[in-house]
């Protein structure tokens, strides 16, 4: 007998351990290849899903926008996000202001809300309600697709199942988002805006003056880049999640919660690199100005 039969036989346990560890890089590896085939194939089918199925697209737009059933009451994504934008930028003036104001220089509060909700808070904001709403909802409607067996009925009825599925709310998400962050960040200017002004007493034409001074074109339109790139990691993320679901309704449950953390998780590492490489050396800014 060998000594790895011996070792299996006297301690099973401690060899079944070794061997899980040992077998994780292989595993890592092969699970990053698998998440990559997924989003290749999912981003090369936007084209056959612009082509064929326009329809479903243009439906998938109108839900995540606006919501469908109980969440139309609301306005759907639009008025989550409105609202989490709304309270997170009134959150910037509020700290800002009283912050600033110890040292004596609040008339800055907005230099602070420009430079904060441009660059930082409202595609923080944004993309986590984008997380919480639309991600979500796709990994629970493509998970409970997969374990009733539905993904594999439109295989069966030769529709490409990723293309219909996933590549359609690639696109949707795509095109949702933009007039979704214009109004995400007209939400934020205005929120901070009102709470330095009316609760704190300072004079409009002070914040005016500070507030557009440091807000550059510039750092808007790379705000908009950053809330279409996490929009669409977003939309990838939460679609591979409910695509390869499993295990029952507790495994699509189970699927929607590590969608989230890894949503969370990709939305603040999108927004540091993003940083990094446009502000890390030059802050694009000047407050002699």
């Known amino acids: 007998m060998s000594t790895s039969a011996v070792l299996r036989s006297r301690f099973p346990r401690g060899v079944a351990t070794a061997e899980k560890w040992a077998g994780a890089p292989a595993r890592g590896l092969e699970a990053m290849g698998h998440v990559a085939v997924f989003v290749v194939t999912a981003v090369g089918s936007i084209g056959h899903a612009l082509r064929f199925y326009r329809r479903e697209m243009l439906r998938l737009i109108a839900e995540i926008g606006m919501g469908t059933g109980a969440m139309a009451v609301v306005g759907g994504t639009v008025a989550i996000v409105g609202f989490v934008t709304l309270s997170g930028s009134s959150l910037v003036a509020i700290q800002g202001f009283a912050s600033l104001g110890n040292i004596g220089v609040e008339a800055f509060t907005g230099f ?118 996490i929009s669409v990691i977003v939309m990838l993320n939460h679609c591979y999640y409910g695509f390869y679901a499993s295990g029952g309704p507790v495994g699509v449950g189970e699927a929607v919660g590590r969608s989230m953390r890894a949503s969370l998780v990709a939305i603040v590492v999108v927004v540091l690199l993003a940083s990094l490489a446009l502000y890390g050396v030059d802050p694009n800014f000047n407050l002699t100005v």
């Open 112 to 229: 602070f809300a420009a430079l904060i909700n441009v660059r930082i808070a409202a595609p923080v904001v944004a993309g986590q309600a984008l997380a919480a709403t639309v991600g979500a909802g796709a990994t629970a409607e493509l998970g409970a697709m997969r374990i009733s067996e539905e993904i594999d009925a439109l295989e069966v009825m030769g529709i490409k199942s990723i293309s219909y599925l996933v590549s359609t709310r690639i696109m949707a998400g795509f095109v949702v988002i933009i007039p979704l962050y214009a109004m995400a960040i007209i939400m934020s200017f205005l929120s901070a805006q009102v709470t330095t002004t009316v609760f704190y007493g300072q004079s409009v034409g002070t914040y005016e003056h500070y507030f557009r001074t440091f807000l550059r074109p510039d750092d808007v339109f790379w705000s908009f880049i950053q809330a279409v790139i």
